[in-house]
């Protein structure tokens, strides 16, 4: 009741508006869109799905051009992007459920020729549906994410340092909710809910008892009070020992105008064939990029550990049947999908043959250029190990580490290679000779 009180409030404004339900009673987005027209006097128009394209029932939404105000997810809103929205009816959109980025609302506004209200709603199910609430400005949002804003009615909101003390300004926390909307707990879960749900002082005061939600989420409060949502806490990892945050890698690669929708994935050693955890890029662009520009376009603002090494194009994002991008389903990175890292080049000389094929045997990639780079292709320490070993084995001369970072191309090394057996081989015809005859001048 909390909840769909403050949300007729905020978003039906005291209109009837016309809402579509299409997404699955059991998903807490349905919430909103069931119970928040029936209490204000709205309508409510259903869709139904095909069988196993679920998730694209929301195109269908779009083509009916029969309804106000929709609640959707980032992933959803993503697809009907490249719709033609010139005409459509539309003029509130509700985005949860995932972190929603500043591009795709910017692109959404410019798309719509009359004014339009987004609104970022946050708020895990265990708070009810909603518990923050951020309307988008074109003008001022310009960071990579939409700010989740300010809490939602008779809620509360913390974010915590490590040692649960309140964070500061620009301080990155984890987040926990307070306040009416919180769940008792989990379902015949005592051990999950005593995991999740805490009780704790309220730092505020000093005395009061709260209960508080353990969100999982990461966030920092800016100067001007409003949250910002900076991804799952899981969502944060380590790659050769550098932390990195997979939503900022996404945020950038977003940047590129050619770039429709994003995920980033750690692939672990196994799956990478390798020694190291690597990460890989996914995602759906119109036409095909090259991955040199791609790199270029995340070096501009990103540490050399949070470029990916492999990149891969899809149709369209997979989604679960909530809307959301299933992280699960994305494929793994093969020599058959990985884009090349340059335009392909032919090996040409026996040496470079020969290495090319030693490096796509280290690698696991199917081909590799003569302009294409050890490094970029997804070589790490431990592979430069192996491969210099490996190299030496195979050319029988003595080639070091350095000459692979100094000269990392595929032609690049092979050049050194050949200059290296050519030396080997005048010193042995020399010594073949026996010792020459001194002559004194």
């Known amino acids: 009741m909390n909840y769909i009180w403050w ?13 579509p339900l299409f997404s699955s009673l059991a998903f807490d987005l349905t919430v909103t869109t069931l119970f928040t ?30 309804v106000d105000i929709m609640k959707l997810t980032p992933a959803h809103l993503a697809m009907i992007r490249d719709r033609n929205l010139e005409t459509t009816r539309l003029r509130k959109f509700i985005v949860g459920g995932e972190d929603f980025k500043t591009e795709l609302a910017r692109d959404i506004t410019k798309a719509i020729p009359h004014p339009v209200e987004i609104y970022n709603e946050y708020g895990p199910t265990e708070g009810t549906v909603g518990c923050m609430i951020h309307r988008f400005d074109i003008d001022r949002d310009q960071a990579g994410s939409v700010p989740i804003g ?19 300004p620009g301080i990155i926390g984890e987040m926990f909710i307070a306040g009416d909307g919180l769940a008792r707990g989990y379902f015949n879960r005592p051990d999950l809910t005593d995991d ?31 949250l910002e949502f900076l991804g799952r806490a899981d969502h944060q990892v380590k790659v050769g020992g550098a932390r990195i945050e997979l939503g900022e890698i996404e945020a950038r690669l977003l940047k590129h105008p ?10 672990e050693p196994s799956a990478a064939g390798g020694g190291m955890a690597r990460l890989a890029a996914y995602y759906v662009s119109p ?19 949070m470029i990916p090494t492999h990149y891969v194009r ?18 793994e990175p093969t020599a058959e999908n990985i884009r090349p890292a340059q335009e392909f080049t032919a090996p040409a000389t026996e040496t470079e043959k020969t290495l090319a094929g030693l490096w796509c045997d280290l690698l696991k990639v199917k081909s590799i250029g003569r302009r294409d780079n050890f490094f970029e292709l997804g070589g ?11 190299m030496r084995k195979v050319f029988g001369v003595d080639v070091q580490i350095r000459n692979l970072f100094e000269r990392p191309t595929l032609s690049e090394l092979a050049e050194v290679i050949d200059g290296m057996r050519w030396v080997a081989h005048s010193e042995a015809a020399s010594a073949s000779e026996g010792p020459r005859e001194e002559i004194e001048l």
């Open 7 to 19: 949300a007729a409030q905020v978003y039906s404004s005291g209109e009837r508006l016309a809402w």
């Open 37 to 66: 027209p029936l209490i204000t006097g709205g309508r409510i128009v259903v869709y139904l799905g095909d069988p196993g394209v679920q998730s694209m029932v929301v195109l269908k939404v779009i083509d009916d051009n029969a």
């Open 150 to 168: 300010v809490p939602a009615a008779n809620a509360g909101i913390y974010v915590l340092s490590e040692a649960y003390q309140p964070t500061g």
């Open 196 to 226: 999740r749900f805490r009780t704790a002082i309220d730092p505020r005061d000093g005395f009061t008892k709260l209960r508080l939600y353990k969100t999982g989420d990461l966030a920092r409060w800016s100067p001007e009070g409003r």
């Open 258 to 267: 050619q770039v429709q929708e994003c995920a980033v994935a750690v692939i």
């Open 287 to 305: 036409d095909a990029l090259a991955v040199a520009d791609l790199r270029a376009h995340l070096a501009e603002e990103l540490l050399e550990a």
């Open 314 to 331: 899809l149709e369209r994002m997979p989604l679960t049947s909530n809307g959301k991008v299933d992280r699960t389903a994305l494929p």
């Open 380 to 390: 790490e320490s431990l592979l430069v190990v192996r491969a210099v070993a490996r």
